[in-house]
């Protein structure tokens, strides 16, 4: 997002301010008045707790990025699943996911073993990181055989230490969306919309692909859920 | 999570690592009370260490040297398949690790004032180091060995910082001090208190039975 904002303050010589935070937090500043014009949740049922506290504008809302859970190996493994339905072999005897109480990430992991029927294979082979980071440092390690994380965040690991083996099929989760909304009480509504066309725009997509983000679908009307 | 399975769990682990800590304490606590070697003084503290180390920083220890690249745990994996990283027996090296001292001390201690006298004697009897050991002074210092046992006992139960770093998070395997914290970061730490009256409860009754065992 940092490099998008900067490119747009360049492209369009106008001034962003980011202020980056959960969304609990975010939404109690715009509910306090805070000068906040575009409101960009992590998921669509945050976003849903934003149009219905009714502080962003919900015909304005659209999805700016998608990410996608891939299944990683430490590097240097051999023997490694190459796809998810691998996970069932006797081979794997750790998988790492995010802890799905308080890791999103987790639960869109457990939607896709769920999906694939290898619940009850994993049951006893899980175990549960932190967070998606933690998750990556176990398979860094090599102390499990596989993770599962986000696209983007397989990005950050380590060079050379983890390998994407496989990208889960969108249909095996719910969407992660990255949702964009005008903020109701904005006073710079033509310049907030203009940035969110500028984030659906191929310049912004391509810095956001660096990093590991999907393209959004392709409807330019606000998503339908 | 109901905290039945976790305290099962975790009077399980105790009580595994109480053994471990008594098979490898006291025969190390006798031989530390009787015999002058080379590098005694560094051994000694190697044991003791555990006491005022923060269990993170066992915890880091055991990754090092059981983990899949360390030293022991490369051999165990590639020989095995086996680690005791994510496995409650990761949880039992560290329970043990940290609750060595709390037997190891009073051990020595009642080894070091057993009258030697009592040991000579048996000797002159006839006795061979292992029977003296077994008949002599085993039984002269088992107060003190049975407090430090109690106390370690009540600290595997406990053990949580090296424990939650080795044995990490499992669904449906955690130990009690592990689902009080795993509560707590879930935000729902109002869930925790069956389990947190349980551990109290039960560590107190070590330390009651503690004071039992050390009153003359």
């Known amino acids: ?225 | 999570m109901s905290f039945v399975a976790p305290m099962f769990l975790s009077l399980k682990v105790a009580l595994v690592a109480t053994m471990l800590v008594a098979l490898v304490g006291i025969p190390l606590a006798f031989a530390m009370a009787r015999r002058r070697f080379p590098g005694r003084g560094v051994l000694d503290a190697l044991l003791i260490v555990p006491l005022v180390l923060p269990p993170t920083v066992v915890g880091y220890l055991i990754l090092i040297v059981f983990g899949a690249h360390g030293m022991i745990g490369s051999i165990l994996h590639h020989a095995f398949g086996y680690s005791i990283v994510f496995n409650w027996h990761g949880a039992v090296v560290a329970s043990t690790i940290v609750a060595l001292p709390l037997l190891y001390l009073p051990a020595k201690a009642a080894f070091a004032n057993i009258e030697r006298e009592m040991e000579d004697l048996s000797r002159v009897m006839g006795a061979n180091g292992l029977q003296i050991f077994w008949h002599v002074s085993l039984p002269l210092a088992r107060r003190g060995i049975a407090s430090g046992l109690v106390l370690a006992y009540a600290r595997a139960l406990g053990e949580f910082g090296a424990t939650v770093m080795v044995m990490g998070d499992l669904p449906d395997r955690s130990t009690l001090p592990i689902s009080i914290y795993n509560d707590y970061v879930s935000g729902e730490l109002s869930h925790a208190a069956p389990a947190v009256i349980a551990l109290a409860a039960i560590s107190l009754a070590m330390v009651l039975l503690y004071n039992r065992t050390i009153r003359p």
């Open chain 1, 1 to 225: 997002m940092t490099d998008v904002a900067k490119q747009y303050e360049r492209d369009a010589s106008k001034h962003l301010e980011l202020n980056f935070g959960a969304t609990g937090q975010l939404l109690a500043q715009i509910r306090e008045g805070a000068p906040i014009d575009l409101f960009i949740a992590a998921s669509e049922d945050q976003m849903d707790q934003a149009v219905k506290a009714e502080l962003v504008d919900s015909a304005t809302r659209v999805v700016v990025a998608n990410n996608r859970l891939v299944l990683i190996v430490p590097a240097s493994a051999t023997d490694s699943p190459r796809g998810f339905t691998d996970l069932a072999s006797p081979t794997v005897k750790r998988l790492a996911v995010g802890q799905p109480k308080i890791v999103p990430a987790g639960q869109y992991a457990m939607q896709v073993l769920k999906k694939l029927d290898l619940e009850s294979s994993q049951k006893d082979r899980l175990v549960f990181g932190s967070s998606v980071r933690q998750v990556l440092d176990y398979v860094e390690r090599g102390e499990v055989d596989a993770g599962i994380v986000y696209a983007t965040d397989a990005q950050l690991a380590g060079k050379g230490k983890v390998r994407v083996v496989a990208v889960a099929d969108e249909r095996w989760h719910d969407p992660i969306h990255y949702v964009a909304a005008i903020v109701r009480a904005t006073k710079q509504y033509p310049a907030a919309a203009e940035f969110v066309r500028y984030l659906r725009d191929d310049r912004a997509q391509s810095l956001l692909s660096k990093r590991g983000f999907a393209p959004p679908p392709p409807a330019t009307q606000p998503a339908a859920r």
